[in-house]
Antibody
């Protein structure tokens, strides 16, 4: 079945970087964009950006410009989101979600908890 | 930047109809998508492009969009519908989510 499976929970110190993976299966990886959305505890959904796995093109929310990098490895159908210069406010669950041509996010990963603490 | 406004909470009696609104400037000109999120789970798409249901979503879920308001309607509300609901649009190349609405089924 179509699914996105994310890497496990991470604990990082302030100032460090984290890289979360999102492995796609059950569909052609390069046919759908991958978006990243995060959610702090008790808060709403916050969009971080998108990546086209076919071209590698990306688009980032202004808030994360300069701090986020989205990449992929098409040979293993996996997308990555790296966030640098972490601070406590980055503590959240990070989700990947697929979407085609600025449409709805129809499949979501299970989420990855990232905790930033000294 | 574009903003979407949702009520913080909506309550509905068991078996009655719940309506959750999503306000935005001329939102009727955009495609609106709705997600359901239960505690500890990832969001699930329940309505896409204003009024379409993905496979597996009950017919009790419906949507509309006109003017400055999009609406998610849940008919014959069940206890299992209790969740947070988010609306979402694309604004040029950016994604915008509403703040979310907590639906309580009484």
């Amino acid at each position: 079945q179509v699914q996105l499976v994310q890497s496990g929970a991470e604990v990082k110190k302030p100032g460090a970087s984290v890289k979360v993976s999102c492995k796609a299966s059950g569909y052609t990886f390069t046919s759908y964009d991958i978006n990243w959305v995060r959610q702090a505890t008790g808060q709403g959904l916050e969009w971080m950006g998108w990546m086209n796995p076919n071209s590698g093109n990306t688009g980032y929310a202004q808030k994360f410009q300069g701090r986020v990098t989205m990449t992929r490895n098409t040979s293993i159908s996996t997308a990555y989101m790296e966030l640098s210069s972490l601070r406590s406010e980055d503590t959240a669950v990070y989700y990947c979600a697929r979407e085609r041509t600025r449409d709805a996010f129809d499949i979501w990963g299970q989420g990855t908890m990232v905790t930033v603490s000294s | 930047s574009y903003e979407l406004t949702q009520p913080l909470s909506v309550s509905v009696a068991l078996g009655q109809t719940a309506r959750i609104t999503c306000g935005g400037n001329n939102i009727g000109s955009k495609n609106v998508h709705w997600y359901q999120q239960k505690p500890g789970q990832a969001p699930v798409l329940v309505i896409y492009r204003d009024s379409n249901r993905p496979s597996g979503i009950p017919e009790r879920f419906s949507g509309s969009n006109s003017g400055n308001t999009a609406t998610l309607t849940i008919s014959r509300a069940q206890a299992g519908d209790e969740a947070d609901y988010y609306c979402q649009v694309w604004d040029s190349k950016d994604v915008v989510f509403g703040g979310g609405t907590k639906l309580t089924v009484l």
